[in-house]
């Protein structure tokens, strides 16, 4: 995960307060994934 926020942060497409509500959400997005995926 952490990579792939280098890469939104390097691209300046998101800035300042901006770029914590993407981390945020990918961390929710990463979090949920692993569940449905540990329990299929």
Same mark, same amino acid.
Do not use: T, Y
């Given at each position: 995960? @952490?990579?792939?926020? +280098? &890469? %939104?942060?390097?691209?300046?497409?998101?800035?300042?307060?901006? %770029?914590?509500?993407?981390?945020? /959400?990918? +961390?929710?997005?990463? &979090? @949920?994934?692993? &569940? /449905?995926?540990?329990?299929?």
């Amino acid at each position: 995960m @952490a990579d792939a926020l +280098a &890469k %939104v942060v390097g691209s300046g497409a998101f800035s300042g307060n901006q %770029v914590g509500v993407v981390a945020d /959400i990918s +961390a929710k997005m990463e &979090k @949920a994934v692993g &569940k /449905i995926l540990i329990n299929d």
